[in-house]
Nanobody
Framework: QVQLTESGGGSVQAGGSLTLSCAVS????????MGWFRQAPGKEREGVAA???????RYADSVKGRFTISKDNVKNTLYLQLNSLKPEDTAMYYC??????????????????RGQGTQVTVSS
């Protein structure tokens, strides 16, 4: 059974930083993509960052240069470092995993397996 469990969300002021973690268990595909997407109330789901099994990464233009995705294969954990946070980054953040390319995970966020989400709130 595949499980993804996010942690690390919280409330910060604009300009602050957070590190999100996603513990992954039961996912045994050798070729995969993993990523983070977010959704704010009344807004569409947005893929923000993705990484594939080779370590290639892609980012949404809205977060490029501010967010960094990484993974620890030993700990089976996916991370998202959020720097220079803005109020418009406020959303529920989810991690997801799928059998596909890094572009697939970024452009089609949430397909495959996903976690329950962790809230990020940025105040001005």
């Amino acid at each position: 059974q595949v499980q993804l469990t996010e942690s690390g969300g919280g409330s910060v002021q604009a300009g602050g930083s957070l590190t999100l973690s996603c513990a992954v268990s039961g996912y045994t595909y050798s070729r995969y993509c993993m990523g983070w997407f977010r959704q704010a109330p009344g807004k569409e789901r947005e893929g923000v960052a993705a990484i594939d099994s080779d370590g290639s990464t892609r980012y949404a233009d809205s977060v490029k240069g501010r967010f960094t995705i990484s993974k620890d294969n030993v700990k089976n954990t996916l991370y998202l470092q959020l720097n220079s946070l803005k109020p418009e980054d406020t959303a529920m953040y989810y991690c997801a995993a799928a059998s596909g390319s890094v572009n697939f995970c970024l452009l089609y966020p949430g397909l495959g397996f996903r976690g329950q989400g962790t809230q990020v709130t940025v105040s001005s």
